[in-house]
DNA sequence: TGTATATTTGCACACGTTTGTACATAAAGA
DNA sequence: TCTTTATGTACAAACGTGTGCAAATATACA
């Protein structure tokens, strides 16, 4: 573990003042090509690599970007991540993920980091408590650039990459209403975030325009997981009017209400139709394989990095409002 | 997009030197208590947020750790992850997750970001594709603390965090024997990796122990989809002694060779044992459900950061081998 | 009042890099 | 030979923060 090198090392060793080894190492001409090939050559000998916080120091900013999520393994944010830090990568950037946990004050640290670190750009979706933007606010104050995608805050000025979840929703509800179903359930998150919002509205407007009376949603700010989806049925279950159909936001919860309709004998899709948010793989291995509704994560990561790009490079101001809708598409399988 | 501020701007406004400035800011004994609050009031009002590139050019370190999987979108990568943030997030660290997408280029250029900006520790599993460890090397070069979690560079002197791939596989394949099976076959990645070459030790060992004389080894390399394991099957099943189980390392592949099975009119297990690595949902939806492999994705989370911490603090020295191993177990359910 | 001690603040330098400017040397032209 | 221009290198200041040391002020004690 011996001390870094820095150019002044090198400089020392090589008889040259360090700003002449600053200038051969970044190809500037004003340097002797006999000397710029002896510094290079010395550096890589000794595997020397820049103090980016002396450089970030003097302003110039670095190529990493972060990216926060609200949980890492969920499909729909892995796949993302995925993505996205392939189609950075080949621009030159490097992605650094965080997981705020569905949890404010993680996310709040998170931010507060990448300020003091000086990212050079951010891509966010919201955790699912978060109601106050001011911390993301910061990043604009700070002059880093920053891109939201799916989930928002919905009071910032800043370039956003969202899904159409109101008119799928819509879709996805009438497209049950005309395969005869009546008595239609919707499970989703926290009503505050736009995207739970926005399929509780497609939703109700569905059932509104079609005259349905039964409407039955379930908000849930708990953790989606196989087991709540068992209780869930079992509740819906044990009602007067039990739902013949749901449209849920998620693939753990939507798991767990198959799993716990076998048990109750029910069948997939006469008795009960299913239609859940999401590309997960369960979905197509399961019996029988689940509608889904898929939200195009190429594009949705491609369009947040080209916007953030755009503002790293100046090409486009910061803190400058702009929303692109992304079609989410009903993939028809079995379950309806 | 103003300026940022600094303790500077602080200081000349409250007519104190910014070292005075500096000293409130970290509660620094020496300073009054009414100039502390003035500051820190100050500094709360205008959003202060320290400059972490000025702090790190004087040696100090951040809080920052690095964590490098070859894919985000893997389950036993995502779940580890999701435990590492949480653990690391209560010891008062931030993780940042980089994808190396199974490619050395990109594995490279990762540590050498993560040397730049002088990260408090890194912990990784390493791509498919690395055969040389000269850039994890560099990071003990430059002091910063490395530890390998399930795949690692053997010829590196640093804590490791491994899987009982052997012992697992070795029982996972006379658990078949003993059920009966007679011609198991073995799909696993390229066995220049530690994980994969376990693995296959496992299964060749355990053929032996039991004079199995049908041994059947697939090494891949390519990327592990649905697609690939429905193909896989398709050439297993045209070969003249056809399995009639199969120890898979890939959830996706074995999700493919299951639906390709139902194609096929082979039931599971009685025509076709399968045992899968790894703890991915579609798994238990399945019908039958998959016997899997389970790497208590937890513990190698918690061992893994509490050996990089004790490093980082230098409770525990830089650059000295240490091997945890972690049980993993099979689960047992339907598919065998 | 004067001296000793405790408390608080200011000063100056360092960390590693970049960059405008000045200097030195070499080549070219008169 | 002397100027002019081109080329290569050195110098110094700056980015924002932290810290040892000196200076200044306040408090205690004789």
Redesign the pocket.
Same mark, same amino acid.
């Given at each position: 573990m011996q001390k870094?090198i820095?150019?002044?090392d090198i400089a020392k060793e090589l008889?040259? *003042? *360090? +700003?002449?080894v +600053?200038?051969a190492?970044?190809n500037d001409p004003? @340097?002797?090509?006999s000397?710029r090939d002896m510094v290079l050559a010395y550096a890589r000998e000794h595997d020397y690599q820049?103090?980016m916080n002396? @450089?970030q120091?003097?302003? @110039?900013t670095n190529n990493t970007v972060a990216l926060i999520v609200p949980n890492i393994n969920h499909t729909f944010f892995s796949d993302i991540i995925s993505h996205l830090t392939n189609a950075a990568y080949e621009s030159g950037y490097i992605i650094s993920v965080f997981q705020s946990n569905e949890d404010f004050a993680q996310e709040v640290d998170i931010i507060n980091t990448i300020i003091k670190q000086n990212y050079a750009g951010v891509i966010a979706s919201i955790s699912s408590r978060t109601t106050d933007s001011k911390h993301f606010k910061l990043l604009n104050t700070f002059g880093i650039p920053l891109v939201f995608f799916d989930r928002m805050c919905d009071d910032m000025q800043t370039p956003k990459v969202l899904v159409n979840n109101y008119e799928i929703t819509f879709e996805a509800t009438e497209y049950l209403i005309n395969k005869g179903y009546e008595r239609i359930a919707h499970l989703t998150g926290p009503t505050h975030i736009n995207v739970f919002n926005d399929r509780l509205r497609g939703y109700t407007n569905a059932l509104v325009k079609h005259k349905h009376t039964f409407e039955l949603n379930m908000e849930l700010d708990e953790e989606f997981t196989i087991e709540l989806g068992k209780q869930c049925l079992i509740n819906l279950m044990d009602a007067n009017e039990k739902p013949d159909a749901i449209i849920s936001s998620s693939t753990l919860l939507t798991m767990g209400i198959a799993l716990q309709a076998r048990e109750f004998n029910l069948r997939i899709p006469e008795d009960l139709a299913l239609i859940v948010f999401g590309n997960h793989l369960g979905t197509i291995v399961m019996q029988p394989q689940l509608t889904t509704i898929s939200q195009s994560e190429y594009e949705i990561a491609d369009l947040a990095f080209e916007l953030l790009e755009k503002m790293i490079t100046r090409e486009m101001p910061i803190g400058e409002a702009c929303t692109k809708l992304v079609n989410a598409q009903i993939i028809y399988r079995e379950s309806c």
């Amino acid at each position: 573990m011996q001390k870094r090198i820095t150019i002044k090392d090198i400089a020392k060793e090589l008889n040259v *003042h *360090h +700003s002449t080894v +600053s200038r051969a190492l970044r190809n500037d001409p004003r @340097v002797n090509e006999s000397t710029r090939d002896m510094v290079l050559a010395y550096a890589r000998e000794h595997d020397y690599q820049t103090n980016m916080n002396a @450089v970030q120091l003097r302003g @110039v900013t670095n190529n990493t970007v972060a990216l926060i999520v609200p949980n890492i393994n969920h499909t729909f944010f892995s796949d993302i991540i995925s993505h996205l830090t392939n189609a950075a990568y080949e621009s030159g950037y490097i992605i650094s993920v965080f997981q705020s946990n569905e949890d404010f004050a993680q996310e709040v640290d998170i931010i507060n980091t990448i300020i003091k670190q000086n990212y050079a750009g951010v891509i966010a979706s919201i955790s699912s408590r978060t109601t106050d933007s001011k911390h993301f606010k910061l990043l604009n104050t700070f002059g880093i650039p920053l891109v939201f995608f799916d989930r928002m805050c919905d009071d910032m000025q800043t370039p956003k990459v969202l899904v159409n979840n109101y008119e799928i929703t819509f879709e996805a509800t009438e497209y049950l209403i005309n395969k005869g179903y009546e008595r239609i359930a919707h499970l989703t998150g926290p009503t505050h975030i736009n995207v739970f919002n926005d399929r509780l509205r497609g939703y109700t407007n569905a059932l509104v325009k079609h005259k349905h009376t039964f409407e039955l949603n379930m908000e849930l700010d708990e953790e989606f997981t196989i087991e709540l989806g068992k209780q869930c049925l079992i509740n819906l279950m044990d009602a007067n009017e039990k739902p013949d159909a749901i449209i849920s936001s998620s693939t753990l919860l939507t798991m767990g209400i198959a799993l716990q309709a076998r048990e109750f004998n029910l069948r997939i899709p006469e008795d009960l139709a299913l239609i859940v948010f999401g590309n997960h793989l369960g979905t197509i291995v399961m019996q029988p394989q689940l509608t889904t509704i898929s939200q195009s994560e190429y594009e949705i990561a491609d369009l947040a990095f080209e916007l953030l790009e755009k503002m790293i490079t100046r090409e486009m101001p910061i803190g400058e409002a702009c929303t692109k809708l992304v079609n989410a598409q009903i993939i028809y399988r079995e379950s309806c």
